[in-house]
């Protein structure tokens, strides 16, 4: 009988706690500073230097460029840039290798397709990905 009455006080005690689950499609999830989501990519900001796809450890990653049609001007300008997120596993790795910091990584971690087909993502969806871009760190 002793341990019937101390399970019922337990259990009322607890009914009175705060929550600690969350509402989630309804109410964001609180994520971390340095949490690594999907990337977001300015194709403005690229000089085609290749050194995220060198440095990708799973290969995922697909960028070419193209030689600058003004002559007078030296350098590439981006082609394609495609990430297929089937194999990337969003390491950060290409964001801290890019010297212009062209790639950077968001808050958004919502990635289900019912396709794989559709976890290759090109240059205009990731520029577009906008969404819970992610605070940057200063010392």
């Known amino acids: ?5 101390k399970g019922l006080a337990y259990t009322l005690k607890q009914l009175t706690r705060d929550k600690v689950t969350y509402d989630y499609p309804n109410e964001p999830i ?12 300015y194709p403005e900001k ?20 193209k030689k600058h049609p003004d002559p007078t001007k030296k350098g590439k300008i981006i082609d394609t840039y495609d990430i297929n997120f089937e ?23 919502e990635l289900a397709e019912y396709s794989r087909d559709n976890l290759f993502k090109n240059l205009e969806w990731l520029d577009e990905n906008d969404e819970n871009i992610r605070k940057v760190n200063k010392p």
Do not use: H, S, Y
């Open 30 to 41: 609180p994520l971390p500073d340095r949490f690594r989501g999907i990337q977001k990519f």
């Open 1 to 5: 009988m002793l341990g019937w009455t």
């Open 46 to 65: 690229c000089i085609v230097c290749n050194q995220c796809v060198n440095i990708c450890p799973t290969d995922c990653i697909n960028l070419t460029g």
């Open 87 to 109: 194999l990337c596993i969003l390491c950060d790795l290409c964001t801290e290798v890019c010297p212009t910091e062209a790639i950077i990584m968001t808050n958004n971690f």
